[in-house]
């Protein structure tokens, strides 16, 4: 078990301001007949069409479609609940964490490969880096989550790698939030390996 008390993460911060709104559009969403597990294949389909305006150079289009299909990632955690009675279900966590990872790597894929096409090798490698990052941070979670520790914190989890990089998309410097999630996720993977040694390194 965890020997520290589980950290108040920004993430949790999020979901206690916007619970309301998102119990609301969930119950919508279920009301017109769409399930969790639908909305959250949907929002994944988004990030498709995201990256490819990423990869043709249109950032502030992809920006824009960003903003709608990531919140769906908020609804349909909330929707599983309210129709399982609050429990959830198992697969449907597996398969929203499955497509929170194709649905990043589908953005950074479109980046890597606008940056190819214009020969600037240097923010190719760093939207490379981006993508190592981003696996080392939910590697590291989910590692330590299987010795039972509470693995959420750190510099940059997945809801701050999107606040970056959806308004830098829009105002189109998305090499911006490339070095910063490029740097930030790096970070936060070591952070979270320190956070392990710590904790079992008895």
């Known amino acids: 078990m965890n020997k520290s008390?589980?950290?108040?993460?920004?993430?949790?911060?999020?979901?206690?301001?916007?619970?309301?709104?998102?119990?609301t559009c969930s119950r919508f969403l279920l009301k017109i007949g769409l399930t969790a597990n639908a909305v959250t294949i949907i929002g994944c389909v988004g990030h498709i069409g995201a990256a490819y305006l990423a990869a043709i150079g249109q950032f502030t289009w992809a920006g824009i479609l960003l903003v709608?299909?990531?919140?769906?990632?908020?609804?349909?955690?909330?929707?599983?609940r309210l129709s399982t009675g609050g429990k959830g279900t198992k697969f449907g966590a597996v398969l929203d964490s499955t497509t929170d990872r194709y649905a990043e790597f589908f953005i950074?894929?479109?980046?890597?490969?606008?940056?190819?096409k214009q020969g600037d090798m240097l923010h190719l490698t760093v939207s490379y880096l981006a993508v190592m990052g981003a696996i080392l941070v939910s590697y590291t979670r989910a590692k330590?989550?299987?010795?039972?520790?509470?693995?959420k914190g750190g510099l940059m989890s997945r809801l701050e790698r999107y606040l970056f990089l959806v308004p830098c998309l829009i105002f189109n410097v998305p090499?911006?939030?490339?070095?910063?999630i490029a740097i930030g996720s790096h970070i936060t993977a070591i952070q979270?390996?320190?956070h392990m040694y710590q904790e079992l390194k008895d």
């Not at 709608?68 to 599983?80: C, Q």
């Not at 950074?108 to 190819?116: D, E, R």
């Not at 090499?175 to 910063?180: E, T, Y």
């Open 5 to 23: 008390s589980d950290p108040v993460t920004f993430s949790d911060k999020c979901r206690v301001i916007f619970k309301n709104f998102g119990e």
């Open 68 to 80: 709608f299909f990531a919140i769906t990632d908020f609804f349909d955690g909330t929707m599983s």
């Open 108 to 116: 950074f894929g479109g980046m890597i490969l606008y940056y190819a």
């Open 144 to 151: 330590g989550e299987i010795e039972h520790l509470n693995m």
């Open 175 to 180: 090499f911006i939030a490339m070095w910063a």
């Open 192 to 194: 979270r390996l320190y």
